[in-house]
């Protein structure tokens, strides 16, 4: 014991006096943290829509306005013909394009029904189902506005209907970064951890003082005990400021146990720390050891259902997630900050990341070469 709180000192001491290391470990999260829920948004707004009007009749004129006072079209003209419309779109000014023919009004009045043309840019896949989607739901309910203005009271049917009425539970007002920020949370944790882990040891053998250590009767556990217990210590200080951030610039507060938060984060840091020490054990420059923590953080990010849902995976990528620490973190935070989940619900979570967090770490006590 008495070893391992030298090491300790030791370790604090290289902390403290790294200029760098210290701003790049705190402030870099706090910016990413401020910028990037704004950035990762899905929430599509401001898709541009031309209007290609050939009736200019009262209701070809309040269809428009109505898709346009939605607030998720944005204008881009009235062109006055469809090559015209066209135009705008392989310039990329106009993402949909909606076509009135002429006598529409009349024929709406007529015969009691009438087709528009919709156009869609489908070079963003995402975009153009979300946009068509907003307009197919706007014309609809002009369907029905103008259906309820023209039947009489006398006309309606009294026969028994089903309403369908909506409740949003855990996120009401549906924002976007309510569901991101506790995800971005955990990613800069794993960035910042993972990175400065994996470059701990590589540091001492580029500089030589790891040779002074392997002739010392350190034992390899107390040695890597001695690297992980630090940053564990200082992943969990990041961690807070993260919540702190959350609280003050999004107005979260986790619905759950902050203390249970707490102790998920500690087991993922046990295990996330490990393998960056792993990583540490098998290079030999710096350069190598943030190569393979680069390549193994954007599979992480990529497949850790930040982004995507896991669900909605191939059945191969879907096996991949199982064995990546950070979709477990990833799905913890969102069920005890959003949804107020309990220590029954996460039970599982913690054993298979405990249970990580022991292979990664007895892998690299066992691959670290201790030589007198």
């Known amino acids: 014991m008495r070893t391992l709180k030298f090491l300790l000192q030791k370790e604090f001491l290289q902390i403290f006096r790294n200029k760098a290391l210290l701003p790049m470990m705190f402030i870099a999260p706090i910016i990413q943290l401020l910028i990037l829920p704004q950035a990762a948004n899905y929430t599509i707004k401001n898709i541009n829509l031309s209007v290609v009007d050939f009736d200019h009749s009262p209701y070809s ?37 909606l076509t009135i023919p002429l006598g529409f009004e009349d024929k709406l009045i007529k015969e009691g029904s009438q087709k528009v043309g919709v156009q869609v840019n489908a070079i963003n896949g995402v975009k153009a189902s979300v946009g068509n989607n907003y ?4 014309l609809s309910d002009f369907n029905n506005d103008i259906r309820m203005e023209w039947l ?9 209907s089903i309403e369908i009425v909506s409740s949003y539970w855990y996120n009401p007002m549906l924002t976007y970064y309510i569901f991101m920020v506790p995800g971005i949370l955990v990613f800069l944790v794993t960035l910042i951890g993972g990175n ?11 500089v030589g003082t790891i040779e002074q250590i392997n002739v010392t009767p350190v034992r390899k556990s107390q040695f890597i005990l001695g690297k992980l217990i630090p940053f564990w210590i ?89 064995v990546i620490p950070i979709s477990y973190f ?3 935070m969102r069920m005890i900050v959003l949804k107020g989940s309990g220590i029954r619900d996460i039970l599982y979570h913690i054993g298979v990341v405990f249970s990580m967090g022991i292979i990664l770490n007895g892998w690299a006590i066992l691959n670290y070469r201790k030589t007198s």
């Open 330 to 332: 990833i799905e913890v």
């Open 135 to 138: 307009l197919s739901s706007i």
């Open 234 to 322: 200082l992943g969990n200080v990041i961690f807070t400021v993260g919540l702190l951030i959350a609280w003050l610039v999004y107005g979260i507060i986790p619905l759950g146990s902050i203390p249970l938060l707490y102790l998920f984060a500690g087991v993922y840091l046990f295990a996330l720390l490990g393998f960056g020490l792993l990583i540490s054990t098998y290079s030999e420059t710096q350069q190598q050891a943030n190569s393979m923590i680069f390549l193994f953080v954007m599979i992480f990010n990529l497949m850790g259902g930040l982004f995507t849902p896991i669900e909605s995976m191939p059945d191969w990528a879907q096996v991949i997630t199982h």
């Open 152 to 160: 009489q009271p006398s006309r309606i049917s009294n026969q028994p």
């Open 196 to 206: 400065m882990t994996a470059l701990n040891i590589v540091k001492e053998k580029e």
């Open 61 to 97: 004129r309040r269809l428009a306005d109505k898709i346009f006072s939605s607030g998720y079209f944005h204008s881009s003209g009235y062109p006055a013909s469809a090559a015209e419309a066209i135009r705008l779109i392989e310039k990329d000014k106009a993402d949909i394009i």
